[in-house]
């Protein structure tokens, strides 16, 4: 079974032998990442083997939340098959048997969860997963010079320049022919946030917010709309609280 979602971003695989479990992390899963707006399909195995098959016949997940106590095939065994197989992909183990625990370490498991799974401890681990494994870390883009590989980390802001973008980054600035409004679709909603209809801000760089000007924590200033600035110190908030 599976809630589609049909701009999903990732897809989350839950397995779990106890049919109303199942049921009940699929949906508490899915209800979690539409409310921290990430887009995601989620599908439900009622075992170990029926998972790895659907694995082996090409189905792709980014994050597998797996009861570790099931019957043939259980939780641990398949994490130590994927494993095996080389398959990196974020883990979170689900189990009523907390001495299990230990054990996630030695197939890398990212979460521990206890049974019957809390609603902020599914949120934090997903969360975890989704940030340490899934979300990407960079972005190509076209410059004068070349398609040049950009870490979201080296991008302190980006202002709109007539047709093009102008990328303040921590070696200099690096224009880039891509309209601001389509930059501004690629790149991170988490992470970037509009302080003037003409500045996108990463908010790492984010230093004092006042009346009407952004200090950024290397000195530079930029102007804060009016009508923005309430919404961005909630998005400051909200970005440093995680």
Do not use: W
């Not at 952004?214 to 930029?222: D, F, K, P, V």
Request: charged share 25%; proline share 3%.
């Amino acid at each position: 079974m599976t809630l589609e979602d049909p701009n999903a971003q990732l897809h989350i695989a839950v397995c779990d032998d106890e049919q109303a479990d199942l049921r009940q992390t699929m949906k508490l899963t899915g209800e979690l990442m539409r409310e921290e707006g990430i887009s995601c399909a989620v599908s439900g195995y009622e075992s170990g083997s029926a998972l790895l098959k659907a694995i082996q016949g090409g189905t792709r997940f980014h994050i597998f939340l797996l009861d570790v106590m099931m019957e043939g095939l259980d939780g641990m065994e398949l994490a130590a098959v994927l494993r095996g197989l080389g398959d990196s992909t974020a883990i979170v183990f689900i189990s009523s048997n907390r001495e299990m625990a230990l054990r996630g370490y030695e197939v890398c498991a990212a979460r521990y969860l206890a049974k019957p799974v809390e609603g902020p401890r599914l949120r934090e681990a997903l969360l975890y997963c989704y940030r340490t494994f899934c979300e990407k870390k960079e972005i190509l883009l076209p410059t004068g010079k070349g398609q040049r590989r950009i870490p979201f980390s080296d991008i302190l802001y980006a202002e709109a320049m007539g047709r093009g973008t102008r990328l303040v980054l921590r070696d200099g600035p690096e224009d880039i022919s891509l309209k601001f409004s389509d930059l501004s679709a690629l790149l991170p909603e988490r992470q970037f946030a509009l302080c003037h209809r003409s500045y996108l801000v990463n908010l790492d760089y984010a230093g004092y917010i006042r009346s009407r000007e952004l200090e950024l924590t290397t000195g530079e200033i930029l102007p804060v709309s009016k009508y923005r600035l309430d919404g961005l110190r909630k998005r400051l908030v909200d970005y440093l609280s995680g």
